[in-house]
């Protein structure tokens, strides 16, 4: 499919799954936001477009408040490209210190941290095995949960998709007055991850209790060394189930990868305290630059 230049752009569409898997495979990027999965199933409410600047391939995106902003470069003269947009007045999001330090000249620009989007990288093979004294209340919540309900892990697929999305709609039927004013495009998002699984290259697990899904995760390959969980969902209600199937997504997928990427917290303080308890060995910055 055709990509206008810029000022132009069009929507991110399926068809563009192979294109960008290419790219990534080449940039091998460490930031969560950089899969087509990820893309595709936020690209409404972050507005995200494609267009040309010159030879360089940019995802645009637009802020909750209405600005505009764009994404590191994906292909091109990166460089060249990222000091073009932000003269335009448009922010880089979501950008790595290594991209910063080779492209960008600082004179001129305002460079922020963007604490709440870090993204909390972890030992995949720890979280499998939940070994040692610093996972010991995970271990006992995983084995209080096991030693009273019978249930069964599974990979995820289509014979468990309305189960999934039954527990989805529960866990938002709970949570939805509790937390955050975006957490109807995740839910959104999420179903369409659990609907079009197979087309985006997502793989999962489920925890099934009498036949009833009630928990699963859903993840991909980030990098050669990296997975990431995009989704995990589970009974609130059931002490001990959401550490399982944590753990199993970690034990049965992606077994040939270091680390683990478990997204960022955006700045809630529970989801922090809960990314921070499973010991990650690494919070991947991310920067926001604009012209000053």
């Keep these: 499919m055709n990509i206008p230049p810029y000022p132009d752009a069009r929507d991110l569409g399926l068809a563009d799954k192979r294109l960008l898997d290419d790219l990534f495979s080449r940039i091998q990027p460490r930031v969560s936001e950089f899969t087509f999965a990820n893309l595709y199933l936020f690209r409404v409410p972050h507005a995200y477009r494609l267009t040309m600047v010159g030879d360089s391939l940019v995802v ?65 093979q720890e979280l499998a095995e939940l070994a040692g004294n610093r996972f010991h209340k995970k271990k006992n919540r995983v084995n209080y949960f096991t030693g009273r309900y019978g249930h069964v892990v599974e990979l995820y697929g289509r ?53 009833v899904v009630q928990a699963f995760a859903l993840g991909e390959r980030l990098n050669e060394t990296t997975s990431v969980c995009h989704f995990e969902k589970s009974d609130p209600f059931l002490e001990g189930v959401s550490q399982l199937v944590d753990r199993e997504f970690n034990r049965l997928l992606f077994t040939d990868c270091r680390f683990v990427n478990r997204e960022q917290d955006l700045g809630e303080p529970g989801l922090r305290a809960a990314k921070l308890s499973y010991h990650p060995v690494e919070l991947v910055k991310k920067f926001r630059v604009r012209r000053v």
Excluded at 70 to 99: I, M
Aim: no cysteine.
């Design 159 to 211: 014979n468990h998709l309305a189960g999934a999305m039954a527990l989805l709609e529960e866990w938002f039927r709970v949570r939805g007055e509790m937390e955050s004013p975006s957490i109807a495009q995740e839910v959104a998002a999420t179903r369409e991850a659990l609907e079009l699984a197979g087309d985006l290259g997502l793989a999962g697990v489920v925890v099934l209790v009498e036949g």
């Design 60 to 124: 645009l995106g637009r802020g909750y408040g209405g600005e505009e902003y764009f994404l590191p470069p994906l292909s091109g003269e990166k460089g060249r490209t990222l000091h073009f947009l932000l003269a335009k007045g448009l922010t880089l999001a979501v950008a790595e210190g290594e991209f910063i330090e080779e492209y960008l000249d600082r004179e001129g620009m305002e460079i922020i941290e963007d604490r709440d989007n870090f993204d909390y990288l972890y030992l995949r």
